[in-house]
């Protein structure tokens, strides 16, 4: 059982960056796709951005492409998505999954969720 930790986030004026880290102490982090999905009241929760562990592939929705870049860092055993350019409709509360899957999924069907990062850009 993986456990995830995601942490960075915040309130931020438009235009401005955030940074959310995803850390995952377990043994099999190196072979986890780690995927970004974000959720608004009302909304369902909607892919973001994901990166597979076997060729390091990178994916994005194309809400996020040129804003968002996500990235890992298998020392330290933490996925991070720097969100710059950041937009009021960026607002929501930011889950990291993992999945030992080599592709990454872009549907909610991870087997491992953190518990949320909420952030929240004013206008």
């Known amino acids: 059982q993986e456990q995830l930790v995601e942490s960075g986030g915040g309130l931020v004026q438009a235009g401005g960056s955030l940074r959310l880290s995803c850390a995952a102490p377990?043994?099999?982090?190196?072979?986890?796709?780690v995927g970004w999905f974000r959720q608004a009241p009302g909304k369902d929760r909607e892919f973001v951005s994901g990166?597979?562990?076997?060729?390091?592939?990178?994916y994005y929705a194309d809400s996020v492409k040129g804003r968002f870049t996500i990235s890992r860092d298998n020392a330290k055993k933490t996925v991070y998505l720097e969100m710059n350019s950041l937009k009021p409709e960026d607002t929501a509360v930011y889950y990291c999954?993992?999945?030992?899957?080599?592709?990454?999924?872009?549907?909610?069907?991870?087997?491992?969720w953190g518990q949320g990062t909420q952030v929240t850009v004013s206008s």
């Open positions: 999954a993992a999945d030992p899957r080599v592709a990454v999924i872009t549907t909610p069907q991870y087997p491992y």
């Open positions: 377990g043994r099999t982090f190196r072979t986890l796709s």
């Open positions: 990166i597979s562990w076997a060729s390091g592939s990178t």
